[in-house]
């Protein structure tokens, strides 16, 4: 088993920054790609970004693509997401997930197998 615990978020105002943080433990070498989401108010979760622990390839939903980070610490076993340029359209409640396999679709979220509980981030305008 892996356990996923994400950090960081809060309420920022439009352009501001946030750093997201998810910490895996337990079985984290059974991981290959690690992935975060994100769900606001009446509307499904949607693919943010993803990562490979190996090659630290990295993918990014159009909407996010060049205002989000995603990086990795193999050591401390974290993945991180950067956000800069915050807009309203980003509030939601972001989830940090982990897939065993490395073939998969990083944009499906059925592919994954492990989720955090979520951490909510607030932009106010």
């Known amino acids: 088993q892996v356990q996923l615990v994400e950090s960081g978020g809060g309420l920022v105002q439009a352009g501001g920054s946030l750093r997201l943080s998810c910490a895996a433990s337990?079985?984290?070498?059974?991981?290959?790609?690690m992935g975060w989401f994100r769900q606001a108010p009446g509307k499904e979760r949607e693919f943010v970004a993803a990562i490979t622990w190996t090659g630290g390839n990295s993918y990014y939903a159009g909407s996010v693509k060049g205002r989000f980070t995603i990086s990795r610490d193999n050591a401390k076993n974290t993945v991180y997401l950067q956000m800069n340029s915050l807009a309203p359209e980003d509030t939601a409640v972001y989830y940090c997930?982990?897939?065993?396999?490395?073939?998969?679709?990083?944009?499906?979220?059925?592919?994954?197998?492990?989720w955090g509980q979520g951490t909510q981030v607030t932009v106010s305008s």
């Open positions: 997930a982990a897939a065993r396999s490395a073939s998969i679709v990083v944009q499906v979220e059925r592919m994954y197998d492990y």
């Open positions: 337990g079985r984290t070498f059974s991981t290959s790609v």
